[in-house]
């Protein structure tokens, strides 16, 4: 083997998606990758690529993103997707990326992700702690028979939600999305109340939205607004799974006001029969009446894992999960 490490350049692109396909995701794409790793509001993604010879085997990225804490902003690093060909496992490479990564990305104050199994152990080893784990929330809308574990979580949660949807709850269209992220673009503020001061968020400035949900190539989302039309003072972006029937809520956006997820619920289970409503953890209790814990996956849940340097001044909060507001919107990036 000649193996080295170099910072990702233009023409790695295409053998970066073909190992991503190989021994990631068939389904990653260009077009995902570029919008992934180029088109984000803090610029391109830092990126180590391994060859051997003029093959790649390797890849480490790690999405810049905005973290604010209360009025102050760091630079996040969001890893992302590691992928070593499968004929090159368990010879160090990851490890060899991770620590070429730590030498050489510049200006990011905090890596954080949501690791599976295989990747956790070699993030562990060059220094990222846990910081998880965080769980589901659930409300489920209905149940399919009262033998099945949907009539529990039922019970607890969706049986007790009121009846009316709120006249102001709504699905918004593409032009009332847009309409939206002008008036945020407005008054760049204007999303600033939410979410508390004291945990550690990835920034919903209206850059970051139009990026993350209107430019995202593989995946459409549904967003819900309450309030009047042109002064809507919450909001919520979700994406349906109809096979499994569930509602996931990426993110919940408020208006000068913290907003909260039971405005929708009647609304949705119009929309969503017997769907079951995922939120995480790490949304403020506040937000999110009405869900709790899957009694079934009690402990089961996602790991956060956290490396930050000494010149970042990150309070050490940031190794407890209640040290962050977290969403759904934050893992997923397909
Ligand atoms: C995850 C992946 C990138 C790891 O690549 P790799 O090159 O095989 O990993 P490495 O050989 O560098 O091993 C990483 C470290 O974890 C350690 N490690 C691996 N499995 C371990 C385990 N079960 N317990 C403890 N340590 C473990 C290794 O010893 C190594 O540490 P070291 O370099 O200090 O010895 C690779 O398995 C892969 O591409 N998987 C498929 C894609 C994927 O799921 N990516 C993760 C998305 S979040």
Same mark, same amino acid.
């Given at each position: 083997m000649n193996l080295s490490v170099h910072l990702f350049q233009p023409e790695d692109l295409l053998a970066c998606v073909g190992l991503l396909q190989a021994g990631?995701?068939?389904?990653?794409?260009s077009a995902r990758f570029t919008w992934l790793h180029q088109q984000a509001p803090l610029g391109p993604s830092a990126i180590a690529v391994c060859t051997d010879g003029s093959r790649v085997v390797g890849v480490y990225s790690v999405i810049r993103k905005t973290l604010r804490l209360g009025e102050r902003s760091f630079v996040g690093g969001r890893d992302v997707d590691p992928v070593v060909h499968p004929d090159y496992r368990g010879r160090g490479i990851f490890s060899r990326l991770l620590r070429f990564g730590l030498e050489n990305f510049e200006g990011i104050d905090v890596y954080f992700n949501f690791a599976n199994k295989v990747s956790a152990p070699g993030f562990r080893r060059q220094g990222w702690r846990d910081a998880g784990p965080i769980e589901d929330r659930v409300c489920q809308l209905g149940f399919r028979s009262p033998l099945s574990r949907d009539f529990l979580i039922w019970l607890g949660s969706g049986a007790i939600v009121s009846p009316r949807p709120s006249a102001d709850a709504r699905e918004l269209t593409a032009d009332e999305v847009e309409a939206l992220l002008t008036r945020a673009d407005l008054a760049?503020? =204007?999303?600033?109340?939410? /979410?508390?001061?004291?945990r550690l968020w990835v920034e919903r400035s209206s850059a970051y939205l139009r990026w993350r949900y209107?430019?995202?190539?593989?995946t459409g989302y549904r967003w819900f607004a309450h309030g009047a039309a042109g002064a809507e003072e919450s909001v919520a972006i979700c994406r349906h799974d109809p096979v499994k029937n569930r509602l996931t809520v990426l993110d919940v956006l408020g208006f000068g006001r913290a907003p909260n997820l039971a405005l929708w619920l009647p609304l949705w289970r119009r929309l969503f029969p017997g769907a079951w409503v995922g939120v995480w953890s790490t949304m403020p209790v506040s937000s999110r009446r009405g869900f709790i814990a899957n009694p079934l996956r009690r402990g089961q849940g996602h790991p956060l894992l956290v490396r930050s340097f000494?010149?970042?001044?990150?309070? =050490?909060?940031?190794?407890? /999960?209640?040290?962050w507001f977290l969403t759904h919107g934050d893992l997923e990036v397909a």
């Amino acid at each position: 083997m000649n193996l080295s490490v170099h910072l990702f350049q233009p023409e790695d692109l295409l053998a970066c998606v073909g190992l991503l396909q190989a021994g990631h995701d068939p389904a990653f794409s260009s077009a995902r990758f570029t919008w992934l790793h180029q088109q984000a509001p803090l610029g391109p993604s830092a990126i180590a690529v391994c060859t051997d010879g003029s093959r790649v085997v390797g890849v480490y990225s790690v999405i810049r993103k905005t973290l604010r804490l209360g009025e102050r902003s760091f630079v996040g690093g969001r890893d992302v997707d590691p992928v070593v060909h499968p004929d090159y496992r368990g010879r160090g490479i990851f490890s060899r990326l991770l620590r070429f990564g730590l030498e050489n990305f510049e200006g990011i104050d905090v890596y954080f992700n949501f690791a599976n199994k295989v990747s956790a152990p070699g993030f562990r080893r060059q220094g990222w702690r846990d910081a998880g784990p965080i769980e589901d929330r659930v409300c489920q809308l209905g149940f399919r028979s009262p033998l099945s574990r949907d009539f529990l979580i039922w019970l607890g949660s969706g049986a007790i939600v009121s009846p009316r949807p709120s006249a102001d709850a709504r699905e918004l269209t593409a032009d009332e999305v847009e309409a939206l992220l002008t008036r945020a673009d407005l008054a760049p503020d =204007s999303f600033a109340v939410y /979410p508390p001061p004291a945990r550690l968020w990835v920034e919903r400035s209206s850059a970051y939205l139009r990026w993350r949900y209107l430019k995202n190539p593989q995946t459409g989302y549904r967003w819900f607004a309450h309030g009047a039309a042109g002064a809507e003072e919450s909001v919520a972006i979700c994406r349906h799974d109809p096979v499994k029937n569930r509602l996931t809520v990426l993110d919940v956006l408020g208006f000068g006001r913290a907003p909260n997820l039971a405005l929708w619920l009647p609304l949705w289970r119009r929309l969503f029969p017997g769907a079951w409503v995922g939120v995480w953890s790490t949304m403020p209790v506040s937000s999110r009446r009405g869900f709790i814990a899957n009694p079934l996956r009690r402990g089961q849940g996602h790991p956060l894992l956290v490396r930050s340097f000494p010149r970042g001044d990150l309070p =050490s909060t940031i190794h407890r /999960p209640d040290g962050w507001f977290l969403t759904h919107g934050d893992l997923e990036v397909a």
